[in-house]
Nanobody, 119 residues
Framework: QVQFVESGGGLVQPGGSLRLSCVASGRDFSIYTMGWYRQAPGKQRELVATSTSIGITTYAESVKGRFTISRGSARGNARNMLYLQMNGLKAEDTAVYYC?????????WGQGTQVTVSS
């Protein structure tokens, strides 16, 4: 069964950093484009970063230069790992962050991990 488990969120002050992790299971996700999404209160879920199977990355304008998406190595269990390094966090980055395929498997959204940026 496909499952996404996100972790690494928390409360951080503006300008701080967090590293999010995602474990995907139930399929070999190394062959898919994967992405990090986020949903802020009262807003629709948005795609913030993607990584193709060969490591080509894209970013939403709002996070470009501050966030870095990466994937685990292509072998073993690490091939289903996804990371998001977030630096220079701003209040507007506050949201629940999710990982999924791009385009997403709509049935299999995980619980997400809460990121709160506040002083």
């Amino acid at each position: 069964q496909v499952q996404f488990v996100e972790s690494g969120g928390g409360l951080v002050q503006p300008g701080g950093s967090l590293r999010l992790s995602c474990v995907a299971s139930g399929r070999d996700f190394s062959i898919y484009t994967m992405g990090w999404y986020r949903q802020a209160p009262g807003k629709q879920r948005e795609l913030v970063a993607t990584s193709t199977s060969i490591g080509i990355t894209t970013y939403a304008e709002s996070v470009k230069g501050r966030f870095t998406i990466s994937r685990g190595s292509a072998r073993g269990n690490a091939r289903n790992m996804l990371y998001l390094q977030m630096n220079g966090l701003k209040a507007e980055d506050t949201a629940v962050y999710y990982c999924n395929k791009v385009p997403p498997d709509q049935v299999y959204w995980g619980q997400g991990t809460q990121v709160t940026v506040s002083s």
